[in-house]
């Protein structure tokens, strides 16, 4: 089996540019890649209507952001795919919330030409399936999705993040491999997937919280407690994510 360990690519959006000590304030936010295209939308809809505030997102595994936490980079919101890596944060964020929810399903290529049906054809040995590392979010939930479904997988690699589970499937990497529902929008035509029973799925649930060591606590508890706002929400659920 073959792990792909070498250091994730961090993605950085600034929505504006810093101002000067006058300038507008910015809101730093490290969040979990697979809220990429979300967030987008929500620091554009949050500019919008707090005059002389930017947002700045930092988008990566949610490991690598909870690692970086310890590296003192200048941070005020944490948003993570789950409580696991929420936890790790430790002290950094004392307190999060869930801010919203998705479920898993199954990246085929378009068309699924290797006709699979569910979890249980991920275990023919004809198959390139990969999967979640199991120290990420979306490594633990495809398991304990596979434990449910009493399905066993020997995987052709295990990645670094969800996007890069989905990437092996879109370039013809992989056959086949467990990913967020709402991360088959980033795929396009270049994707396809095949649904998860309910009773074998997981949900999994996005939390975010302020950084407790900031020199912007206020300002990053403000953006951390609007994530759950009806305008924020209304966002989400244009995305596919169902909300708390």
């Not at 307190?95 to 023919?124: C, F, K, Q």
């Amino acid at each position: 089996m073959r792990r792909f360990l070498a250091c994730p690519m961090v993605c950085l959006l600034l929505l504006a540019g810093c101002g000067g000590p006058d300038g507008p304030r910015t809101i730093t936010v490290f969040a979990t890649s697979s809220l990429t295209e979300v967030f987008g939308e929500l620091g554009a809809v949050y500019q919008r209507t707090r005059p002389g505030t930017r947002v700045r997102f930092v988008f990566a595994g949610s490991q690598e952001l909870v690692r970086r936490l310890d590296d003192r980079r200048p941070v005020d919101v944490l948003a993570t795919a789950d409580a696991d890596s929420m936890r790790a944060a430790g002290d950094h964020v004392p307190r999060s919330r869930v801010i919203a929810r998705t479920g898993l399903t199954i990246a085929v290529a378009p068309g699924n030409p290797e006709r699979i049906r569910g979890l249980a054809d991920l275990a023919h040995p004809r198959l390139r399936v990969v999967l979640g590392a199991p120290s990420i979010p979306i490594g633990r939930y495809s398991r304990r999705a596979l434990v449910t479904a009493g399905v066993t997988v020997r995987p052709a690699s295990e990645e670094i993040s969800a996007r890069s589970v989905l990437t092996r499937v879109r370039t013809g990497e992989a056959d086949a491999g467990i990913v967020y529902i709402t991360d088959l929008r980033s795929a396009g035509a270049a994707a396809d997937h095949v649904p998860i029973p309910a009773d074998q799925n997981v949900t999994a649930a996005y939390r975010a919280g302020a950084v407790q060591d900031s020199a912007q606590q206020e300002a990053g508890a403000a953006f951390a407690g609007w994530l759950t706002s009806k305008t924020a929400q209304a966002v989400f659920r244009r995305h596919g994510f169902t909300v708390p």
